[in-house]
């Protein structure tokens, strides 16, 4: 994956979402959405099925935060991601992190096709700590 344009994505200036933010521990989309808020990233969680992560509003839907993220963190399902990068492009979101597990090459192919830089195959909290080492 590019180096610079992982770096570009964890700018601290980038406002993140997280697709798929969940209150259980246990997943992933808790550990992202905690991982990025401890970092002092400006982090919103999104999923429809939730009302709160870590006490923090949580929205059903990118079109419903309060202000347009820079980037869209992914933890759903492929078939869920494929909506997902749709939503980005209507919305004007140019910057896809896909979690691994997350992606499908339809969805890397839509962001390709529809110049919406895409990061995938590489985790945010782990590259998130290189970058704050190197």
């Known amino acids: 994956m590019n180096r610079e344009l992982i770096k570009n994505f964890l700018n601290k200036r980038n406002i993140f979402a997280v697709v798929g933010a969940s209150r259980d521990p246990e997943k992933y989309g808790y550990r992202v959405y905690k991982d990025l808020k401890e970092a002092g990233?400006?982090?919103?969680?999104?999923?429809?099925?939730?009302?709160?992560?870590?006490?923090?509003?949580?929205?059903?839907?990118?079109g419903d935060l309060p202000i347009k993220p820079d980037v869209v963190d992914v933890v759903v399902p492929p078939k869920v991601t494929e909506k997902i990068v749709k939503a980005c492009k209507r919305l004007g979101i140019t910057k896809v992190w896909m979690q691994p597990g997350s992606e499908s090459e339809t969805a890397i192919k839509f962001c390709d096709d529809?110049?919406?830089?895409?990061?995938?195959?590489?985790?945010?909290?782990?590259e998130r700590r290189r970058e704050e080492i190197a």
């Open 41 to 62: 990233y400006e982090v919103y969680p999104v999923n429809p099925n939730t009302d709160k992560v870590l006490g923090d509003r949580c929205y059903p839907d990118l």
């Open 114 to 126: 529809n110049s919406i830089d895409v990061v995938h195959g590489v985790c945010v909290m782990i």
